[in-house]
């Protein structure tokens, strides 16, 4: 019996999840032994050189034992939250004492910050006492509060600990005695979505349909008008009249320009988008929602088919961190800030589970190993906010309109959202590898990631264990540990970039195609204990080419391997990256270099490089020659870990 | 004899060309009749819709007649002065009482707007009359005067009439109190370079060694630290410390981070990079400076060999109007500011005065009937500031990072510098077209535009005329007139663009190699009266490319016939003009249409495009196909004129 027909899927908790491989549990590790210290010390500003956080001086400030003055963004308490959020995964992979102990001070110091009323945002409680809830298009209240339910979430979830979730739910009592539908409210909902994702996870922990009717308030409320709730809360504060052109202020900039199910295309600050499609999905499936789910069909759409880069990245603009138009997707100047690829993955995740289509597990891979990856060094010490396809380092450093390209990762962020947004989504990596449809007995694996989990599934406990190479090799191999024979299905995704999967069963080939269902292959059978599969994605080198209406990719090609994105970096082709070229039927060929990258595999191939010109014209009417020349491509993820240099995804293709 | 080694040609007067063509007059006819009249009415702020000049408002105000507030840019006087220069030159051309009655009161008026010890501007008299000199850097006082000078000196040129130089000089009289070596004098030069290169045309009007000194003094002076003469007044103003990423402080922004001999590249704000080189010229001309004029060729060297676009456009970068870096030339941000390429007409003529090469004069040609002419509509009556290479609007809406470009041109600007400047170059027009080196005997004629002139060459008249449809065909014919058989030179130049030019005198076929130097057929013979020439230069159309190191243009081709520079419009070939390529060998014709946007010869030709896919995958692994398609396109000054779309100079090369 399907109680609800908008869940299909449910994810194993995180909990259950040991990853154990070659390549994520080193970056697990960097997280935890590396990342989450370093964090911590510079939400305490004891990083020499960085830029200053301030966050744990002020939440000390609004404690009453600090006389320091606040400094920070508005949203500057959310970098707490962030790291609690990650500490929280992490200590969900393994306990931890000596981190439980800070985590736990950490909680003890937001309690104190927390007003008698619930309210808790120390820039307005120390900075701005009188402008609470006065804006909140702008001011990133329930942002704020939003990312600490996200942590208080996990950090229970990891512990069991109630303190935290004790203190948001006063918290979210207070928001909800200020805002809402009811008289004598605010009918006010947040700038920055962020908010609603969390009260969905909040909802699942304590069952309080309070916190699922303030979701589905700030949701249904969203773009309502005339008269706009914006402006009704600008003129009570008396705000001058914007400059025409600071699209800051217009209405889709926040996605409030319409009512959520009216919204078409992706508009506007591409995190905020995200962000507030993740959380109607959340509502829409605990609804039943079908209309809800149907305008995120369609932004799903939208963004994956007309607004994303082949790494996984969105939001092609850095003026508004935003989206701009269909198929507008230049290279050098790709916003496509690490935050949003992020929230890409939390969406898909949460399309997943209710759509049950590879599509959404293939644009998680995507995102993951190319547009997230590289928003960290490999020694996960410095990161990249804006992930460029392309880079010329002497024009970034001379052209204002490339004013937010780095070509340099760099140790931190005044606004510092993507390090700790990337350290929270590799310690929760473990969530997005399987999940299981109990009423059908059904076990996905969504992502090849070696490692092992337990599903139960109709009272008996299922393990499953990978053991795998991947990205790097294309052989998977899964075995099964069940005490009792039983008839279930392991649904194994089949990701779009194979065109020729092979599987075998206990050494029996078995025929993908006739057990193909929406990109998985269900594997339905009597399971036995020690029972193998395995599973093999050929991983040849492909030429990709972008849809032509994308005309920044016209007449070029972009190499993939498996789910990694390449890319040719000056470090291995020399300058004047744009003067290569691949022949259409160039012959490619692979290598695992150990000692490269920490551990990558390369492309080489034969390739055309356009021989300098001997004449000193700029143009001229006689032809270009072309000599032979080897290129070298590494993963996109991995770029800019040596020397500074131009980088580029797309290379021409002759 | 030759008594300047530096000085080889001189232009003719102005007075002495007739140009009657099927090409310009009517575009001269264009600005005399339309655009001199609209521009005076801009001044007056008698267009209705159009953004509010208040130029002789603000004369008014400094005169005692008007008690409004000053309003505009702080060099809004400009205007005044670069519409002046143009009635200067049409009445150059041909005498009009009407319109000279109006300027003369307009002369009147700026009298009556000096003050009485010769200051002369607006903004400061009404505005900030405490302000005058304390900011050279930014405030554009000597700018300013440069072109009241210039229109000073055109004035007078054509009617004689001595008034507007009485009150230059008396204007130069007391700038010359203000600034210089001498103690107790500030020793500051302009921020905006103008003056200099005004200050030579009074020279050679008024022989006044204190106008030829002031000059010198701006070019010697600049650059010279420490301490930096802009640092000297930013401390004596107590300016604030600036952000440091506003560049529009950095002394290279006005090419005053080196004295003017260390500067190798052209770097900061195109325009006044250029009209300073264009003083430079000047001065070293005067001054036999050979180390002065070896500066500007370097400078030459590196704004043609490096940063110039195909239309002669310069300044690739909309932030501070600037050139960036050697061979950073986006085609879609494209800054390439009409004044630019005006500017680069003006140094060039110059540089061409002392150096005899045709490589200035095909710089000449380059920006006239591309960069320049595209920044004014076919009516005259709108214009274009910026003049990108490559335009598609949804994206030019939608992007920050292109907020300089517009697709449509606009009735006139806030800043309205081009369109004056666009008219005063159309105005003279005619002092480009000749020049003669009296102790040669030689007569040279640069630009092939129908028409004639007198030049007076050892005490002879030599007539000369030129019929030609030229640009659009190959033939020019030129008659000589003359009363006595006498020896001379006729120098024609041989455009680069020009493969096989062939040479007829009175029928009989001249070996064109033979008696070519620097790119000018040299014809020395006993002339008689009615000799003619034939030349023929051929036009076929040429695929040109650009120098490799021009990322942009890689595997690209721009269409070129004669000196027109092509590109292809939406409103000939449709959408997506990125998905068109053209084969190396594309046969390509041309015809004259002479409906279609007021007669233009069109190139068409057939190409490829990439034929729609029907997956609507972003990314996939197929083989792009691609079919058949005719191209048309169009001279790139004549784009924009129907309906606004997508637009395109260079081509993929398939």
């Given at each position: 019996m399907e109680k609800l027909s908008l869940k299909r899927l449910e994810n194993v908790d995180l909990k259950k999840v040991v990853i154990n491989d070659s390549f994520w549990s080193k970056r697990q590790k960097l997280i935890k032994e590396t990342v989450i210290p370093y964090q911590w010390a510079a939400l305490n500003d004891a990083i020499p050189g960085a830029e200053p956080s301030h966050t744990i001086e002020n939440f000390r400030i609004a404690a009453g034992e600090s006389n320091e003055e606040y400094y920070g963004m508005v949203f500057q308490d959310s970098d707490l939250a962030k790291w609690l959020e990650t500490v929280g995964h992490s200590l969900a992979i393994e306990r931890d004492d000596e981190l439980e102990r800070i985590a736990d001070k950490a909680i003890d110091l937001i309690g104190r910050a927390q007003l008698s009323d619930g309210y808790l945002n120390t820039y307005f409680t120390v900075a701005h006492p009188d402008k609470k809830w006065t804006n909140l298009r702008d001011d990133h209240e329930l942002y704020c509060a939003g990312h600490l339910i996200e942590a208080a979430v996990a950090y229970y979830e990891a512990t069991g600990k109630q303190k935290i979730i004790d203190i948001v739910c006063k918290l979210v009592d207070h928001i909800d005695s200020v805002?809402?539908?009811?008289?004598?409210?605010?009918?006010?909902?947040?700038?920055?979505?962020?908010?609603?994702?969390?009260?969905?996870?909040?909802?699942?922990?304590?069952?309080?349909?309070?916190?699922?009717?303030?979701?589905?308030?700030?949701?249904?409320?969203?773009?309502?008008?005339?008269?706009?709730?914006?402006?009704?809360?600008?003129?009570?504060?008396?705000?001058?009249?914007?400059?025409?052109?600071?699209?800051?202020?217009?209405?889709?900039?926040?996605?409030?320009?319409?009512?959520?199910?009216?919204?078409?295309?992706?508009?506007?600050?591409?995190?905020?988008?995200?962000?507030?499609?993740?959380?109607?999905?959340?509502?829409?499936?605990?609804?039943?929602?079908?209309?809800?789910?149907?305008?995120?069909?369609?932004?799903?759409?939208?963004?994956?088919?007309?607004?994303?880069?082949?790494?996984?990245?969105?939001?092609?603009?850095?003026?508004?961190?935003?989206?701009?138009?269909?198929?507008?997707?230049?290279?050098?100047?790709?916003?496509?800030?690490?935050?949003?690829?992020?929230?890409?993955?939390?969406?898909a995740d949460r399309m997943l589970q209710i759509e049950e289509d590879s599509e959404y597990a293939d644009v998680i891979e995507r995102a993951l190993y190319n547009g997230i990856l590289s928003g960290m060094s490999l020694d996960g010490k410095s990161y990249f906010y804006v992930n460029p396809l392309e880079v010329w380092p002497s024009t970034v450093d001379h052209r204002n309109d490339m004013e937010s390209v780095q070509y340099k990762r760099q140790s931190w962020f005044g606004c510092a959202c993507c390090p700790p947004n990337l350290s929270r989504l590799v310690a929760s990596l473990g969530r997005y590898i399987y999940s299981h449809h109990d009423s059908n007995k059904e076990i996905f694996i969504h992502q090849y990631i070696g490692g092992n989990t337990t599903v139960e599934l109709d009272g008996n406990n299922v393990g499953i264990t990978q053991k795998t190479e991947y990205p790097w090799d294309e052989k998977i191999n899964?075995?099964?540990?069940?005490?009792?024979?039983?008839?279930?299905?392991?649904?194994?995704?089949?990701?779009?970039?194979?065109?020729?999967?092979?599987?075998?069963?206990?050494?029996?080939?078995?025929?993908?195609?006739?057990?193909?269902?929406?990109?998985?292959?269900?594997?339905?059978?009597?399971?036995?204990?020690?029972?193998?599969?395995?599973?093999?994605?050929?991983?040849?080198?492909?030429?990709?080419?972008?849809?032509?209406?994308?005309?920044?990719?016209?007449?070029?090609?972009?190499?993939?391997?498996?789910?990694?994105?390449?890319?040719?970096?000056?470090?291995?082709?020399?300058?004047?990256?744009?003067?290569?070229?691949?022949?259409?039927?160039?012959?490619?060929?692979?290598?695992?270099?150990?000692?490269?990258?920490?551990?990558?595999?390369?492309?080489?191939?034969?390739?055309?490089?356009?021989?300098?010109?001997?004449?000193?014209?700029?143009?001229?009417?006689?032809?270009?020659?072309?000599?032979?020349?080897?290129?070298?491509?590494?993963?996109?993820?991995?770029?800019?870990?040596?020397?500074?240099?131009?980088?580029?995804?797309?290379?021409?293709?002759?």
């Amino acid at each position: 019996m399907e109680k609800l027909s908008l869940k299909r899927l449910e994810n194993v908790d995180l909990k259950k999840v040991v990853i154990n491989d070659s390549f994520w549990s080193k970056r697990q590790k960097l997280i935890k032994e590396t990342v989450i210290p370093y964090q911590w010390a510079a939400l305490n500003d004891a990083i020499p050189g960085a830029e200053p956080s301030h966050t744990i001086e002020n939440f000390r400030i609004a404690a009453g034992e600090s006389n320091e003055e606040y400094y920070g963004m508005v949203f500057q308490d959310s970098d707490l939250a962030k790291w609690l959020e990650t500490v929280g995964h992490s200590l969900a992979i393994e306990r931890d004492d000596e981190l439980e102990r800070i985590a736990d001070k950490a909680i003890d110091l937001i309690g104190r910050a927390q007003l008698s009323d619930g309210y808790l945002n120390t820039y307005f409680t120390v900075a701005h006492p009188d402008k609470k809830w006065t804006n909140l298009r702008d001011d990133h209240e329930l942002y704020c509060a939003g990312h600490l339910i996200e942590a208080a979430v996990a950090y229970y979830e990891a512990t069991g600990k109630q303190k935290i979730i004790d203190i948001v739910c006063k918290l979210v009592d207070h928001i909800d005695s200020v805002l809402g539908p009811e008289t004598g409210k605010k009918r006010g909902y947040p700038g920055h979505p962020e908010i609603e994702l969390a009260l969905m996870k909040l909802y699942k922990v304590t069952g309080n349909k309070q916190h699922l009717n303030l979701c589905k308030f700030f949701i249904e409320e969203r773009g309502a008008q005339p008269p706009h709730y914006y402006d009704i809360e600008a003129k009570l504060r008396e705000e001058k009249h914007k400059n025409k052109k600071d699209l800051f202020h217009s209405k889709d900039y926040s996605q409030a320009h319409l009512p959520v199910r009216e919204q078409k295309t992706a508009e506007g600050h591409s995190v905020r988008a995200l962000y507030l499609y993740s959380g109607m999905v959340d509502l829409a499936t605990e609804l039943q929602d079908e209309s809800l789910i149907e305008a995120c069909r369609q932004l799903w759409k939208n963004v994956t088919r007309q607004r994303m880069y082949i790494t996984g990245g969105i939001g092609s603009s850095q003026y508004r961190e935003s989206f701009t138009v269909d198929y507008d997707l230049p290279n050098d100047r790709a916003y496509t800030e690490t935050c949003a690829s992020i929230a890409l993955v939390f969406w898909a995740d949460r399309m997943l589970q209710i759509e049950e289509d590879s599509e959404y597990a293939d644009v998680i891979e995507r995102a993951l190993y190319n547009g997230i990856l590289s928003g960290m060094s490999l020694d996960g010490k410095s990161y990249f906010y804006v992930n460029p396809l392309e880079v010329w380092p002497s024009t970034v450093d001379h052209r204002n309109d490339m004013e937010s390209v780095q070509y340099k990762r760099q140790s931190w962020f005044g606004c510092a959202c993507c390090p700790p947004n990337l350290s929270r989504l590799v310690a929760s990596l473990g969530r997005y590898i399987y999940s299981h449809h109990d009423s059908n007995k059904e076990i996905f694996i969504h992502q090849y990631i070696g490692g092992n989990t337990t599903v139960e599934l109709d009272g008996n406990n299922v393990g499953i264990t990978q053991k795998t190479e991947y990205p790097w090799d294309e052989k998977i191999n899964v075995q099964i540990e069940i005490e009792h024979e039983m008839e279930f299905t392991v649904a194994l995704r089949l990701p779009s970039w194979c065109k020729n999967p092979r599987i075998k069963v206990n050494d029996e080939i078995i025929d993908v195609s006739s057990i193909s269902k929406k990109g998985y292959a269900k594997i339905t059978r009597k399971w036995k204990n020690d029972d193998r599969i395995e599973l093999v994605l050929p991983m040849p080198v492909e030429m990709v080419r972008a849809n032509p209406n994308v005309r920044e990719n016209i007449g070029k090609v972009a190499l993939q391997r498996g789910p990694i994105v390449y890319c040719i970096e000056e470090a291995d082709n020399g300058e004047n990256l744009k003067s290569i070229s691949l022949a259409t039927n160039s012959a490619l060929s692979v290598a695992y270099e150990k000692d490269l990258l920490e551990g990558v595999t390369v492309i080489t191939g034969e390739g055309l490089r356009i021989k300098e010109i001997e004449s000193d014209q700029l143009y001229f009417t006689g032809e270009i020659e072309m000599v032979r020349s080897e290129v070298k491509a590494i993963p996109y993820f991995s770029w800019s870990n040596r020397k500074p240099g131009e980088m580029s995804v797309w290379i021409r293709e002759e």
